[in-house]
C-alpha cells in the first residue's frame, strides 16, 4: 500500500498561490493521485486526480514528477473560503478496491 | 437532491448499546464506502463494498458490519459500542477514481 505523506499545516494570505505536496513514494503502477477537500462539518469534496505529468481544472492544478513518488496540489490565488483540510489519496480502487490510502491531511489557514 | 445521504446526523448513544447509521446515492454507482474520521482528522477506510464483493480493512472490530440491502444503500451496524467508537462516520461511493462522500454521522459514545 502506497504510504502518503503531507505537512500537517500551512498557512497563507489571501491573494496568494498556495503549493501543497504529497510524497509517495511506494505509489503503484496503477495508482492514481485525488485530492480532496474538507471543510468543517462536511464530507471530503473531490478537488483534482491525475495519473501523470500535469492537470488543472478551474479549481486548481496538479503537478506529478515523472518518478509519480510525489504530487503537489496548486491553488491560485486562495480566498479566505479556501481555508479548508486538504487530502490526497494514492489508489487504483478500480483494481483493489478498499486499498487506497488517505494521507493525514494538510490544514490549510488563509489569513485577510 | 443529495447525491450521497447518511442519517442519522447526530448519534448519542451508552456503551455497550448496538446502532445502526443509514446511507443511500443516488448517484448509480456500484461500489460504496464507509471511514472512519478521528478527532485527529485521519480518515481510514473500514469498509469497501460493491454487489460482488465486501473488502474489509484488517483493523476493523468484527463489532462494525455493514449489510447492503440493495445497491443504493451501505448502512452500518455496530454492536457493543464502545468509547473508542466515538468518531465522525462518512460514508461514500465511486465513479472510476473520484469518491462521492456524504455529510457524515457524528457518533458520541458515552
Known amino acids: 500500500l502506497a504510504k502518503t505523506t503531507q505537512p500537517i499545516s500551512m498557512d497563507s494570505y489571501e491573494g496568494q498561490e498556495v503549493n501543497i505536496t504529497c510524497s509517495h513514494n511506494n505509489i503503484a503502477t496503477n495508482d492514481y493521485i485525488t485530492w480532496y477537500q474538507q471543510f468543517p462539518s462536511q464530507g471530503p469534496r473531490f478537488i483534482i486526480q491525475?495519473?501523470?505529468t500535469k492537470v488543472t481544472n478551474e479549481v486548481a492544478s496538479l503537478f506529478i514528477p515523472a518518478d509519480r513518488k510525489s504530487s503537489t496540489l496548486s491553488l491560485p490565488r486562495v480566498s479566505l473560503s479556501d481555508t479548508a483540510v486538504y487530502y490526497c489519496l494514492v489508489g487504483d480502487e478500480g483494481t483493489n478496491a478498499g486499498k487506497s490510502t488517505f494521507g493525514d491531511g494538510t490544514t490549510l489557514t488563509v489569513k485577510p | 437532491d443529495t447525491a450521497v445521504s447518511q442519517t442519522p446526523k447526530y448519534l448519542v448513544t451508552q456503551m455497550g448499546n448496538d446502532k445502526s447509521i443509514k446511507c443511500e446515492q443516488n448517484?448509480?454507482?456500484?461500489?460504496m464506502y464507509w471511514y472512519k474520521q478521528d478527532s485527529k482528522k485521519f480518515l481510514k477506510i473500514m469498509f469497501s463494498y460493491n454487489n460482488k464483493e465486501l473488502i474489509i480493512n484488517e483493523t476493523v472490530p468484527n463489532r462494525f458490519s455493514p449489510k447492503s440491502p440493495d445497491k443504493a444503500h451501505l448502512n452500518l451496524h455496530i454492536n457493543s459500542l464502545e468509547l473508542g467508537d466515538s468518531a465522525v462516520y462518512f460514508c461514500?461511493?465511486?465513479?472510476?477514481?473520484?469518491?462521492?462522500f456524504g455529510p457524515g454521522t457524528r457518533l458520541l459514545v458515552l
Open positions: 461514500a461511493s465511486r465513479q472510476g477514481e473520484t469518491q462521492y
Open positions: 491525475g495519473y501523470k
Open positions: 448517484l448509480g454507482h456500484d461500489t
